[in-house]
């Protein structure tokens, strides 16, 4: 079936009971045991429960999966990824990522004795160089966040698999619809929920999918015994979000392209980095590895922070706020936000300049964006 039929059905059939068309919200924290020597699929909601179950098999569908596990947050869902490492283990991670994710592999795992490197670039000749003995995975975002590079998941995965490394691969900004990490190679796909697949800033939520039963034993483990579980509600909205997801990333991409084109035009704007764009470095791999290029943009400007200090001032339409993939556009700067909890260091080292604007692009009329933008970048 196709991707939009998966989401509104697989996974999420009628409730046998009343009829209902949506899947009810199991808002219960406990189920009633046949006798002490028998229990029925769901037993504690710690450990499973009805929504949760409809949530992780479509979203598992949606990425083409065997198994997807959700979690209360993104970070969450990271962090379960990570629990099939052990003391010893080394990561390879890519420069250019999310706090979020830099945090716990610097404030989490290299404490329990989890060692990351991360990579010049986004090139296969960088990940390998980075390579050890004790190298047991890959943590890859591509797009990446905030500067939207690329890499080329496919040929990672088969330099991966050669020599016995995991490949993770954060999907959060393409969504499954414009990318499928697991068909191109990767072990395992985490996402954070409240992005995209959400898609309405109402709920956070992460997810982890693999086809992989022995990986997906460990997560499920994890997530049983740590307990970073999402809300029955905050599954339902998710699987809510998941049903427009298809028409909503179109919307995106489409809008996100139009002002990506706008800006790189403008004479107040020094480089847009964004993979539907053919000035864009890796513009070809774009095309090869996604179906779409998303809905995120991120653009330096002329003159350094002063400008964009001055440029989210005068913004109306674009809410300076954290996160992104909801219907309203938001603007970011990802020196004093995104990233801002590294130390000026480290965002040089990845290229983080304090003049760079990050955009979610939202579903506003797209002419109504551009206005917004040109008057807020007018001296």
Same mark, same amino acid.
């Given at each position: #079936?196709?991707?939009?039929?998966?989401?509104?059905?697989?996974?999420?059939?009628?409730?046998?009971?009343?009829?209902?068309?949506?899947?009810?919200?199991?808002?219960?924290?406990?189920?009633?045991?046949?006798?002490?020597?028998?229990?029925?699929?769901?037993?504690?909601?710690?450990?499973?429960?009805?929504?949760?179950?409809?949530?992780?098999? @479509?979203?598992?569908?949606?990425? %083409?999966?065997?198994?997807?596990?959700?979690?209360?947050?993104?970070?969450?869902?990271?962090?379960?990824?990570?629990?099939?490492?052990?003391?010893?283990?080394?990561?390879?991670?890519?420069?250019?990522?999310?706090?979020?994710?830099?945090?716990?592999?610097?404030?989490?795992?290299?404490? =329990?004795?989890?060692?990351?490197?991360?990579?010049?670039?986004?090139?296969?000749?960088?990940?390998?160089?980075?390579?050890?003995?004790?190298?047991?995975?890959? =943590?890859?975002?591509?797009?990446?966040?905030?500067?939207?590079?690329? @890499?080329?998941?496919?040929?990672?995965?088969?330099?991966?698999?050669?020599?016995?490394?995991?490949?993770?691969?954060?999907?959060?900004?393409?969504?499954?619809?414009?990318?499928?990490?697991?068909?191109?190679?990767?072990?395992?796909?985490?996402?954070?929920?409240?992005?995209?697949?959400?898609?309405?800033?109402?709920?956070?939520?992460?997810?982890?999918?693999?086809?992989?039963?022995?990986?997906?034993?460990?997560?499920?483990?994890?997530?049983?015994?740590?307990?970073?579980?999402?809300?029955? =509600?905050?599954? =339902?909205?998710?699987?809510?979000?998941?049903?427009?997801?298809?028409?909503?990333?179109?919307?995106?991409?489409? %809008?996100?392209?139009?002002?990506?084109?706008?800006?790189?035009?403008?004479?107040?704007?020094?480089?847009?980095?964004?993979?539907?764009?053919?000035?864009?470095?890796?513009?070809?791999?774009?095309?090869?590895?996604?179906?779409?290029?998303?809905? #995120?943009? @991120?653009?330096? #400007?002329?003159?350094?922070?002063?400008?964009?200090?001055?440029?989210?001032?005068?913004?109306?339409?674009?809410?300076?706020?954290?996160?992104?993939?909801?219907?309203?556009?938001?603007?970011?700067?990802?020196?004093?936000?995104?990233?801002?909890?590294?130390?000026?260091? !480290?965002?040089?080292?990845? %290229?983080?300049?304090?003049?760079?604007?990050?955009?979610?692009?939202?579903?506003? %009329?797209?002419?109504?964006? !551009?206005?917004?933008?040109?008057?807020?970048?007018?001296?």
């Amino acid at each position: #079936m196709h991707f939009e039929t998966i989401a509104i059905h697989d996974g999420q059939a009628p409730d046998p009971q009343t009829g209902s068309v949506t899947v009810p919200v199991y808002q219960t924290s406990t189920f009633e045991r046949d006798n002490l020597d028998h229990r029925k699929e769901f037993f504690y909601s710690r450990i499973g429960n009805p929504t949760r179950k409809a949530l992780e098999s @479509t979203l598992a569908l949606l990425e %083409n999966g065997r198994h997807g596990l959700a979690f209360a947050s993104g970070v969450a869902a990271t962090l379960a990824a990570l629990q099939v490492l052990k003391t010893g283990d080394h990561i390879v991670a890519g420069n250019d990522i999310y706090g979020g994710s830099y945090r716990i592999f610097e404030q989490l795992m290299r404490p =329990w004795g989890v060692s990351t490197t991360y990579t010049e670039d986004e090139s296969l000749e960088s990940y390998a160089a980075c390579i050890r003995p004790e190298t047991r995975m890959i =943590w890859l975002e591509t797009p990446s966040n905030p500067l939207l590079q690329l @890499t080329d998941i496919a040929a990672l995965a088969g330099f991966a698999r050669d020599r016995g490394i995991l490949l993770a691969v954060d999907n959060t900004f393409s969504s499954p619809y414009f990318q499928k990490p697991l068909d191109l190679g990767a072990d395992i796909v985490v996402h954070s929920t409240t992005k995209y697949l959400g898609g309405h800033s109402d709920v956070i939520g992460g997810a982890v999918i693999t086809t992989d039963d022995q990986l997906h034993t460990k997560i499920k483990n994890y997530q049983g015994a740590a307990g970073a579980i999402p809300a029955p =509600w905050d599954c =339902w909205l998710v699987l809510r979000g998941l049903k427009t997801l298809k028409v909503r990333m179109k919307e995106h991409e489409a %809008n996100a392209l139009h002002l990506a084109r706008f800006l790189e035009r403008h004479p107040a704007v020094e480089r847009v980095h964004y993979p539907g764009l053919p000035s864009h470095p890796q513009h070809e791999l774009a095309k090869k590895q996604m179906s779409g290029f998303g809905g #995120m943009l @991120t653009f330096a #400007m002329k003159g350094g922070l002063p400008e964009v200090e001055k440029l989210v001032s005068k913004l109306r339409l674009f809410i300076l706020a954290d996160s992104l993939g909801g219907v309203e556009s938001l603007v970011a700067s990802p020196a004093k936000m995104t990233l801002g909890a590294l130390s000026k260091e !480290e965002r040089m080292k990845r %290229n983080c300049t304090d003049n760079l604007v990050r955009l979610s692009i939202g579903l506003e %009329n797209p002419e109504d964006l !551009e206005a917004d933008l040109l008057q807020a970048l007018r001296d």
